[in-house]
């Protein structure tokens, strides 16, 4: 993962201090604020160009690690990896693509 001081900077004299994208004027609550409001990403990014889309979806894992225990997501894919092995083992089809999967178990833990 992309460190937060690489997304994120504050600083007294931008912004009075409120977190900003790096390199940028752009407060982060803007992202957060417009994707709230019902907005995509790519309506955030056409409005505060100088943010990249790297960053903003940076911000986006920042956040979504804040609020998600990595035990419970490293449960998930071992409660995954235990299930496929066991159909594999009675020689079944490991079932969907690890892509799938993936997206599903993020998903799970995207709920409110």
Do not use: C
């Not at 900077?9 to 409120?18: A, F, L, R, V």
């Not at 790096?22 to 160009?49: C, H, I, K, M, W």
């Not at 690890?98 to 833990?109: K, N, P």
């Amino acid at each position: 993962m992309t460190e937060k001081s690489q997304i994120v900077h504050s600083d007294p004299e931008i912004m009075g201090g409120d977190p900003v994208f790096v390199g940028t004027r752009v407060p982060v609550y803007n992202l957060f604020d417009y994707l709230t409001a019902g907005d995509s990403l790519d309506e955030f990014l056409e409005q505060f160009p100088s943010v990249s889309r790297e960053q903003a979806v940076a911000a986006l894992n920042l956040a979504f690690a804040a609020v998600v225990d990595d035990d419970l997501i490293q449960r998930a894919w071992a409660a995954e990896i235990e299930r496929r092995a066991g159909r594999v083992m009675a020689d079944e089809s490991a079932g969907e693509l690890w892509e799938a999967v993936r997206d599903r178990i993020e998903r799970g833990f995207k709920k409110d």
